[in-house]
């Protein structure tokens, strides 16, 4: 088994200048592909097809979704394409009507027509059948080598929890380390193999220098597709390598962006990016991680796009970070709260209600409390500790509004539900030194193990 310190030697990688607008970023590269068999004669419809596969199974639906409709442009009859569609945009009634009206005309690869129904059950929400289905096949077809790690990532995906007194994974969890170990040991060269290796691992306790390993020779093999150098500057990240783990979000952004995605539908990008100024804090460069933060902050964004999830991340992650920040620093200035809680101010109010306003107003409450209390003015600090505790309520009692509004914010929500425990820990802490140990402790517990391959809610310093 490697160790992290075994391979530390291994993670050296240049200097890459930051950058935060596409206009920088557009050299297009070509996008790899999966060796994946369809019934079309047509090449670039093939090709589409394989780069959108390899898309799904790496997590990057909005670049999926671009080669499927580039597919569907150069063979309309192309039911793979069709089926891409139908996953990476559930609401796209015309690709489900024109799939269900190929398969009545035409006769598929038997593989074939498995993947697209497996497609459709994970479009429809059905992982747990679709799971069940790549499973059956992976056993039956030794050689199905995208069946077995498809079914290791969805046995992952339906319970990623560990005991959070023992470490141990659960009954799934357990399922995909054994399969992935065993597709491992008999595939040791298989890049898809390795990347599911270390894709699995990423929310355990501990991370080992096997999965750092893997995750390198996915790097390395799918050298232009910015998933793998995401997960690779996730692991290091968790493993406290944040200037190495910089250095490969930093690369994940830029191959993210020359794939010809518009920016306001690049997920990959903004998290990319976000993952790159959290890990640049951490590494102790305080200026350039402020300064891609600024950067991030002075793009648009506008009503329309609040719901999206490019959307999503920005208001909840980007326009927040500032403030995230700061509380992962020490004898903070008023000054620089007020300019981190402007950040967090959108320039045109929403129409409609902003949670994340509730964060920002706890935020900053909670770090001035902390100023406060550095100048001796204990009750100004009392006061705004109030402040602070009022926002969080109202914060956690719009969970079920806020996962109306989007199913898509559960998550955000519940990062910032803990960024707002620490800050007001952190305050209650310095306010009441007598008592500091419980909440250091309370801090401690209200920290999460990062996952889904977003920067951590606090950096750690």
């Not at 200037?243 to 994940?252: D, I, Q, S, T, V």
């Not at 898509?408 to 802490?429: D, G, M, P, V």
Request: hydrophobic share 45%; with cysteine; net charge negative.
């Amino acid at each position: 088994m490697f160790h992290v310190e075994q391979i530390t030697a291994l993670l050296a990688v240049p200097a890459i200048a930051i950058t935060a607008t596409a206009q920088d970023e557009s050299a297009q590269i070509p996008a790899p592909t999966l060796a994946f068999p369809i019934s079309t004669e047509n090449s670039t419809a093939q090709s589409e097809c394989q780069a959108g596969l390899l898309d799904l199974l790496m997590g990057w639906d909005e670049s999926a979704q671009n080669h499927f409709q580039q597919a569907v442009a150069a063979d309309n009859t192309c039911a793979f394409a069709y089926a891409g569609l139908c996953l990476t945009n559930k609401s796209d009634t015309h690709a489900r009507a024109t799939l269900k009206e190929i398969l009545s005309q035409v006769t598929l690869l038997p593989h074939e027509t498995f993947y697209i129904e497996c497609l459709l059950k994970l479009s429809a929400g059905h992982y747990t059948d679709a799971c069940q289905d790549f499973i059956a096949r992976a056993n039956q077809y030794r050689a199905d080598k995208i069946a077995a790690v498809w079914a290791v990532i969805l046995l992952h995906s339906l319970d990623i929890s560990y005991d959070p007194i023992t470490g141990d994974a659960s009954d799934k969890q357990m399922e995909a380390m054994n399969r992935i170990a065993t597709l491992c040991e008999q595939y040791p060269d298989d890049a898809l193999i390795a990347y599911a290796r270390a894709y699995i691992e990423q929310s355990a306790p501990q991370i080992s220098g096997d999965a750092i390993a893997s995750a390198m020779q996915a790097a390395e093999a799918f050298s232009t597709h910015p998933a793998p150098q995401h997960l690779m500057g996730h692991l290091l990240s968790r493993t406290q390598h944040h200037e190495e783990a910089a250095g490969y979000f930093n690369k994940a952004a830029l191959l993210a962006s020359q794939r010809g995605l518009p920016l306001d539908d690049s997920v990959q990008w903004w998290k990319s990016r976000t993952c790159e100024a959290t890990a640049l804090l951490a590494a102790g460069k305080k200026k350039e991680a402020s300064a891609l933060s600024q950067k991030l902050n002075a793009l648009p964004l506008i009503e329309a796009q609040r719901h999206t999830p490019v959307g999503i991340i920005r208001r909840w992650e980007v326009n927040l970070l500032p403030l995230r920040f700061l509380v992962a620093e020490q004898n903070v200035q008023q000054q620089a709260i007020s300019a981190a809680a402007l950040a967090a101010t959108p320039k045109t109010p929403w129409k409609q209600q902003d949670y994340a306003i509730y964060v920002r107003d706890c935020l900053r409450a909670a770090l001035t409390a902390q100023a406060k209390v550095s100048q001796g003015k204990r009750a100004d600090a009392q006061h705004s500790l109030r402040i602070a505790e009022s926002a969080k309520e109202i914060l956690d009692s719009s969970y079920e509004a806020i996962a109306a509004e989007s199913p898509l914010l559960i998550t955000h929500f519940y990062r910032a539900q803990e960024a707002c425990s620490i800050a007001i820990n952190q305050a209650k802490a310095q306010l009441y030194p007598h008592t500091r140990e419980i909440w250091i402790q309370n801090i401690e517990s209200a920290k999460k193990l990062p996952s889904l391959m977003l920067p951590p809610v606090i950096p750690s310093l």
